[in-house]
């Protein structure tokens, strides 16, 4: 079985920080891109930031670049989404997902997602 489990979400209060982690089970991560993805009530699922296989680079949106940071630890098969700053506008179900090869701006791209969770940010 080919597994994504997020986990770190939970309530922040404004300016808060977060760390999600993205575990996979049944296969490696070493050839696969990672994503982290939200979506809000009412809204789309949006990109928030990509790594890529080797963990050399790495995309981010527009909305958080600065306040978040995206990295991997291919040994322990996880990849971590460090956010700060946290604004209530950040509140989402959050997941992660993985493409084979490269990041794409697609969800379409991606090949296994996780179950997603829960971030609050409020007073």
């Known amino acids: 079985q080919l597994q994504l489990v997020e986990s770190g979400g939970g309530w922040v209060q404004p300016g808060g920080s977060l760390r999600l982690s993205c575990a996979a089970s049944?296969?490696?991560?070493?050839?696969?891109?990672i994503g982290w993805f939200r979506q809000a009530p009412g809204k789309e699922r949006e990109g928030v930031s990509c790594i890529s296989s080797s963990g050399s680079s790495a995309d981010y949106a527009d909305s958080v670049k600065g306040r978040f940071t995206i990295s991997r630890d291919n040994a322990k098969n996880t990849v971590y989404l460090q956010m700060n700053s946290l604004k209530p506008e950040d509140t989402a179900v959050y997941y992660c997902a993985a493409a084979k090869y490269y990041c794409s701006a697609y969800t379409l791209g991606y090949d296994y997602w996780g179950q997603g969770t829960q971030v609050t940010v409020s007073s």
């Open positions: 049944g296969f490696t991560l070493d050839y696969y891109a």
